[in-house]
């Protein structure tokens, strides 16, 4: 077992990658009273093109897949698993993201018999056609109730507009057309080529003793049989650089407006170091734009285009990134207006040395608050991972960041051509 030494955050993080693969992550917090776990498979809402395992041909599967494997897993031919997590104490649930499908709990007793329960659950998968039609029918209500949600119409309004092709623009859950062409055998196939153990990673994070937990998760899985597993091919289309579609408007039954802006990534391709340095120095710009403290935000606000609600965020995973900034507006042709404004108007002058240290600051001093959130580690560590990086890089790699950094990343990333916007409107 590896320990590694968080010599900033005072904490000794244990590792260990086992002979099926699976790696394997414990961070002791002995002053916490709760035990947070999360088995985690690198596949998501966007990996629907692949080789299926054992064979040579590409398939493409329906849309929202993955989703709705993840609400599959839970229920087993005698009982549903919530009940068994229910009855030792722990609170459960699971998510679906672009990129990676997480199971979860959270206990402050009866550590072990809740991570043998998340680990069986879900290694040992259980559909028949009955089960998968009945799913069906729950998941098309859950699309249409996020149909009906201006914020989520809004959201993905953005990012279809920013991608022709690649499948981030298409809905987590799919839509009810596609799964209504979900069968038990194209679970299956998906679950034996993403849910292999080499292809996930458990995390775990509490009052544990490494030693031991590691054990009994070696015991574990020593006591289960896998097929060898190749590396996984993925298969996405082409995606041009510039944006599908300049601007979208939805009329929805909304008492006030919403808008966002959303900028494509250029070259969204790397991984590891660079990409941690990217991602922090595009939001440490968005700070230096558009953080509560700068003219921008006290502009708009003071003119009555923004109110709490105005966000902004970059992210970037293999293939696809994006910036979406905004909120409710009453004016959201004005608001989209200002915003490009100062996105394609950012120049050197703009971004300087006082400022670039203040936002560094108000960065590092939030990331470690969150650090003091299991839920916020087990995750976020996971999602870093998956793309070779490591959260416990975050606040020395801030540290590092010169206005040079900054500055090249501000020039390269914003360009009329990268520029999209939605709005939601009142349907009059």
Known sequence: MEKIQLEQLQEELFHEKLPNGLEVYILPKSGFNKTYAT????????DNQFIPLGKNEL??????????????????????????????GAAANAFTSF?????LFSSTSNVQENLETLIDFVQSPYFTEKTVEKEKGI???????????????????????????????????GTVESISKITKDLLYESYETFYHPSNMLLF????VDPEGILYFIRTNQEKKEFSEQSEIQREFDPEPEEVAEKKQVLKMNVQSSK?????????????????????????????????????????LYNDGLIDETFS????????????????????????????????LNV??????????????????????????????????????????????????????????????????????????????????
């Open 347 to 428: 120049n050197n002058s703009q971004i300087n040395n006082e400022q670039l240290e203040r936002v560094k600051k108000k960065k590092i001093g939030a990331f470690l608050r969150s650090i003091n959130s299991p839920e916020f580690i087990a995750n976020q560590f996971t999602r870093y991972a998956f793309n070779d990086m490591n959260l416990f890089d975050v606040v020395p790699t801030l540290e590092k960041l010169t206005l040079e950094d900054i500055q090249n990343v501000a020039n390269e990333s914003f360009e009329e051509k990268y520029i999209t916007e939605c709005h939601v409107v009142p349907k009059k």
């Open 39 to 46: 088995f985690t498979t690198k596949y998501g809402s966007i």
């Open 99 to 103: 990129t990676r499908t997480a199971y």
């Open 312 to 343: 902004y965020d970059y992210t970037e995973e293999s293939g696809f990134g994006f910036v979406i900034l905004g909120g409710d507006t009453p004016n959201p042709d004005e608001l989209s207006a200002r915003i490009k404004e100062t996105l």
């Open 59 to 88: 398939v493409t599967v329906p849309d929202g897949i993955a989703h709705f494997l993840e609400h599959k897993l839970f229920e087993k031919e005698d009982k549903d698993v919530f009940q068994d997590f229910s009855k030792q």
């Open 139 to 173: 998941i098309g209500q859950e699309i249409n109730m996020y149909d009906d949600n201006p914020d989520w119409r809004l959201y993905f309004g953005v990012i279809q507009n920013m991608f022709h092709n690649h499948p981030v623009k298409i809905d987590i859950a």
């Open 204 to 207: 775990i994070i509490g009052p």
């Open 259 to 299: 808008c966002l802006v959303g900028v494509k990534a250029k070259s969204p391709s790397r991984s590891g170091e660079a990409l941690l340095k990217h991602e922090l120095s595009l939001n440490l710009i968005l700070d230096v734009l558009f953080g509560k403290s700068s003219k921008v935000y006290e502009e």
